[in-house]
């Protein structure tokens, strides 16, 4: 299957401080998607890219969709508690519709 | 907004027993799908549904089956339960109207314990 290496696999920040978390593929992509888990729920979606280059933001976060199309990054700044959670990557291969999945970067926020 | 419905919330299941896991949505997406969820191992396709009518084999569909007899229904059975299917199992749909811009949403999750 897809390989998609996501990383940090955890963060300890301090309330205020930017968040930088990447995931990279072994192949190419059409689409990634940024989710954040919260315990005993499921994945909500954040952010949603479609082409390579795009920068989307969505409040406090920032997403791109890597030129390479095998790489993208998501960026939270400003941390507040309530962004502690499990963030996910997940990548579309093209052609197909299902989505592979980064294994997670743990955050945790300090007030 | 009721989305996407799993049940049950939790279980757990002595091994050897049959068991399903029920999702039903109420967006009317094409496409349906199952995964599991593990430590430390993200987020593993089961099976997937592209269509009422049609399924597929995902990264992991060993020990399961579905079928999807219709648009909103996307049953998960495990016809005899091993400990090594305790996870959290998760029903996704995605609305497939253009492949350019998919997007797939969660349920919220059947814990399963296989004791």
């Given at each position: 299957g897809?390989?998609?290496n996501q990383s940090p696999q955890s963060m300890f920040i301090q309330e205020g401080e930017d968040v930088s978390m990447n995931c990279t593929s072994s192949s190419i992509f059409n689409t990634w998607l940024w989710y954040k888990q919260d315990p005993g729920e499921g994945p909500v979606l954040l952010i949603a890219l479609y082409k390579a280059g795009e920068l989307t933001s969505n409040g406090r976060l920032t997403a791109q969709f890597g030129i390479t199309r095998k790489d993208s990054?998501?960026?939270i700044s400003a941390s507040i508690p309530s962004d502690v959670g499990i963030y996910f990557c997940a990548g579309q291969p093209a052609?197909?519709?299902?989505?592979f999945f980064?294994?997670?970067t743990r955050l945790t926020v300090i007030p | 907004i009721a989305g996407i419905t799993q049940a049950p919330t939790s279980q757990i299941l002595a091994a050897g027993r049959r068991m399903t896991l029920r999702c039903t949505q109420d967006m009317r997406h094409n496409a349906m799908y199952w995964y599991r969820q593990d430590l430390g191992l993200g987020l593993r396709l089961i099976h997937y549904s592209n269509t009422a009518g049609t399924t597929g084999k995902g990264e992991v569909p060993d020990g399961y089956?579905?079928?999807?007899?219709?648009?909103?229904?996307f049953p998960l059975t495990l016809a005899s339960a091993v400990?090594?299917?305790?996870?959290?199992y998760f029903c996704a749909s995605n609305t497939m109207a253009s492949e350019i811009r998919n997007t797939i949403y969660f349920g919220e999750g059947s814990?399963?314990?296989v004791v």
């Open positions: 897809q390989q998609l990054f998501l960026n052609g197909a519709n299902n989505l980064g294994t997670g | 089956s579905v079928s999807r007899a219709n648009t909103d229904d400990p090594s299917q305790t996870s959290v814990w399963l314990t």
